[in-house]
Structures are given as structure tokens and as C-alpha cells.
């Protein structure tokens, strides 16, 4: 079975400041990991993916994640918050244990300080 | 379109009645999903449609959900006999590929309010 623990269910940052959020995956294969983000009313985008090739994953608006099997994480970050970053954050894992349907964490809800 | 369609984008209705709730996907995408999103909690699987194979039923909650995929393309989720513990955003996504390779590509929802 897969599972997806995203460690803070809120994060507060000052604009210009670093952001990190913090995802622990367990799946029995190779998963495929992935960060959405939702902004207030929208749907779901997808920010960036991990499906076994390199490491470290750059995404849209500079968000990058780094996929680390020894310590099965998969921690999102970015070095400069901007406003827009207000959001709230998935971090989604799929493998073939569970036909490849995805499991979604509980969400970080992300606010930034002018 | 261009991108996923949900309709209606807001919906209130009266405890004890059917409502339907409609997803347009992405044109060329075989996979769909329908999702449940409640106050402050994560994504909760319904339902998954994949080609023409059977669908995946098992993450809907109770015999008053149900849904259907016309001709490959637009679907229905619908919820009989609504009660108060249905209100929460119904999120459709689709995607093209198996999702392990691929990424889903989700409408706005619908937000069902049950009085």
C-alpha cells in the first residue's frame, strides 16, 4: 500500500524568505511522487513530478523537490516566497501496488507575510 | 475545451435531494477520476474511469453515490438522497497516460451545499 504524510499543516513565511514543506512517502515500489497546488476556488495544478529519473526536480514558478529513497521524502522548496505562493499544497505518491491511483496528503496550507 | 469542465460550479440543495453533477475532460484524455474534498481535509478517491475497461467503484462512500461515463468522455457523479455530510467540493481530473507517468489535470469542482 501507499501512503503520503505531509508533516505541517501550516506554514507561514515572509516574502523573500525560503519555503519548505515537508512530505514522507511509504510504498511498497518505486512510486511516482508529485506536489499540487491549489489556489483559493481553483483546481489542482501540478507544480512538479518525480517518475524515476533525476533526483532533484525543478517545477514551475522555481519550486524544486528532491526525491530521497533512504529517507523516503520528498520535501518541496523554494528559495524566495512571493505573494502569489499563497496556497494550499498537496504532495500526491502513485505506484502499481494500488493499480496507480494516487494518494493525496492532508495538504500544507501556506500563507505569506508582506 | 481547454481544459477540464465542471458544472454546476456551485450547487445548494436541500437534504433528501438527487443531485448531478456533471465533468467535461479534456479532450483525448481516457482517464478520469471524481474526488471529494472536505473542509480542511486532503482529496478522498471516488471514483476512476479508465478507456472502456469497468470502472474503479471503490472509494465511492455509500449506494446513494453513482456515476457514469457517457461514450468515453463526459460524466456524471451522482448523489441520491443527499445529506448534510455530502456538502464538500466534488473535483473531476483527467489525464491522457497512466497516471504513474503522467500528471492529472483537475477542473475548479463543484461545491455541493446540503441544508
Known amino acids: 500500500a501507499q501512503s503520503v504524510t505531509q508533516l505541517d499543516s501550516h506554514v507561514s513565511v515572509s516574502e523573500g524568505t525560503p519555503v519548505l514543506l515537508r512530505c514522507n512517502y511509504s510504498s511498497s515500489y518505486s512510486p511516482s511522487l508529485f506536489w499540487y497546488v491549489q489556489h483559493p476556488n481553483k483546481g489542482l495544478q501540478l507544480l512538479l513530478k518525480?517518475?524515476?529519473?533525476?533526483?532533484l526536480v525543478k517545477g514551475i514558478n522555481g519550486f524544486e523537490a528532491e526525491f530521497k529513497k533512504s529517507e523516503t521524502s520528498f520535501h518541496l522548496t523554494k528559495p524566495s516566497a512571493h505573494m502569489s505562493d499563497a496556497a494550499e499544497y498537496f504532495c500526491?505518491?502513485?505506484?502499481?501496488?494500488?493499480?496507480?491511483?494516487?494518494?493525496f496528503g492532508a495538504g500544507t496550507t501556506v500563507t505569506v507575510r508582506a | 475545451g481547454a481544459g477540464v469542465s465542471q458544472s454546476p460550479s456551485n450547487k445548494v440543495t436541500e437534504k433528501g435531494k438527487d443531485v448531478e453533477l456533471r465533468c467535461d475532460p479534456i479532450?483525448?484524455?481516457?482517464?478520469l477520476y471524481w474526488y471529494r474534498q472536505s473542509l480542511g481535509q486532503g482529496l478522498e478517491f471516488l471514483i476512476y474511469f479508465q478507456g472502456n475497461s469497468a470502472p474503479d467503484k471503490s472509494g465511492l462512500p455509500s449506494d446513494r453515490f453513482s456515476a457514469e461515463r457517457t461514450g468515453g468522455s463526459v460524466s456524471t457523479l451522482t448523489i441520491q438522497r443527499t445529506q448534510q455530510e455530502d456538502s464538500a467540493v466534488y473535483l473531476c481530473a483527467s489525464s491522457r497516460l497512466a497516471i504513474y507517468h503522467g500528471e492529472l489535470f483537475f477542473g475548479e469542482g463543484s461545491r455541493l451545499t446540503v441544508l
Open positions: 479532450s483525448g484524455h481516457t482517464a
Open positions: 518525480y517518475t524515476s529519473a533525476a533526483t
Open positions: 500526491v505518491v502513485s505506484d502499481k501496488s494500488n493499480d496507480y491511483k494516487l494518494s
